[in-house]
């Protein structure tokens, strides 16, 4: 493929990516986190909140992060408060749409990047681009929960992947090494900042219509099934709902409740009543997250069965 297409369609995937984070322990699994020499992994911790821990804690401080001042001196007796959580609350996962080597080109030099590149290469290696303390610049206009502007308080993982840049209804697929890469590497991070299955989210997730990462061949079930990470409904409830779908689904009050379920799941989507455009997006974002074998936008049994067994589930 052209390089200068295959640049260009990286960077305008890649164009309104923005981050965050907060932070505590490197990674040391299986997997070798290759780190710039610019940045340092923090090994410590000043966000825990038991404060029976105290004294573990306060020797664990990472004195790079408290104000050295020339007259005064910051005590840390009543560190830490238990007030406080972890700033980074969203896990967002990103394909790429270029190679490797474009990738790496793209998020190191250009103004995009995203905490971790897990390449497409059977290899051991997983890329560290930006500190978890710093933000990166990966979820552009998105919008989780009410909250908006996502790069504030996520950590950003890019995967390589071409998605659907050879055609518009070919998706590449994730090899499976890639895939057991990206889980050991997004349950680390859930279980570091204590991140909710509902907020380990996709890029379309976040910015429904304007990305399409990670795609609809992201295993989304795998990650939930094999490294607990990230939200899946239960079988039973979706065959109950099965039972309960309205058929109706022109009236206004069918095109509410489903602008409401997924206003209640996360999405933002204005509740019109009628069946918009904006409406539509979402719902292709969620088919393509939770039921990605169709996408079309139409609100059937299935995805509205999905849709209901997860806020049972998640957001009862
Ligand atoms: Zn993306």
Redesign the pocket.
């Known amino acids: 493929m052209n390089l200068n297409r295959l640049l260009l369609t990286g960077i305008s995937?890649?164009i309104f990516?923005s981050g965050c984070a907060s932070h505590k322990a490197p990674i040391k699994k299986v997997y070798k986190i290759h780190t710039n020499q610019t940045y340092k992994n923090n090994t410590t911790s000043n966000t825990t909140i038991n404060s029976t821990q105290n004294k573990n804690n306060i020797d664990k401080i990472d004195k790079n992060n408290i104000a050295k001042l020339k007259d005064y001196k910051v005590s840390t007796d009543y560190f830490p408060s238990v007030s406080q959580d972890e700033r980074v609350r969203f896990l967002?996962l990103?394909?790429t749409a270029i190679n490797t080597e474009l990738s790496l080109k793209v998020l190191t030099q250009k103004d995009v990047s995203a905490h971790y590149l897990v390449n497409d290469y059977d290899d051991k290696t997983i890329n560290l681009l930006v500190d978890e303390t710093k933000r990166a610049w990966?979820?552009g206009v998105s919008s989780w929960k009410g909250l908006d502007n996502l790069n504030f308080t996520s950590i950003g993982i890019?995967i390589v992947n071409l998605g659907n840049t050879v055609s518009p209804n070919y998706y590449a697929p994730f090899p499976e090494y890639q895939i057991k890469k990206v889980g050991q590497l997004t349950q680390d991070i859930v279980n570091r900042y204590g991140i909710l299955p509902t907020n380990v989210v996709g890029?379309s997730d976040i910015a429904p219509g304007r990305?399409p990462?990670?795609g609809p061949l992201f295993p989304w079930k795998q990650l939930y099934t094999e490294y607990g990470v990230g939200a899946w409904y239960d079988d039973v409830d979706k065959v109950l709902f099965m039972d309960q779908f309205p058929w109706d689904t022109t009236s206004t009050y069918f095109v509410t409740d489903v602008q409401n379920s997924l206003n209640k799941y996360g999405y933002k989507v204005p509740v019109t009543g009628i069946m918009d455009t904006q409406t539509k997006k979402v719902i292709i974002a969620f088919q393509m997250h939770f039921r990605p074998e169709k996408y079309d936008g139409t609100v059937d049994a299935e995805t509205w069965s999905i849709l209901k067994a997860l806020n049972k589930k998640y957001n009862p």
């Open positions: 995937c890649l990516l967002v990103h394909y990966h979820a890019e890029h990305k990462d990670p």
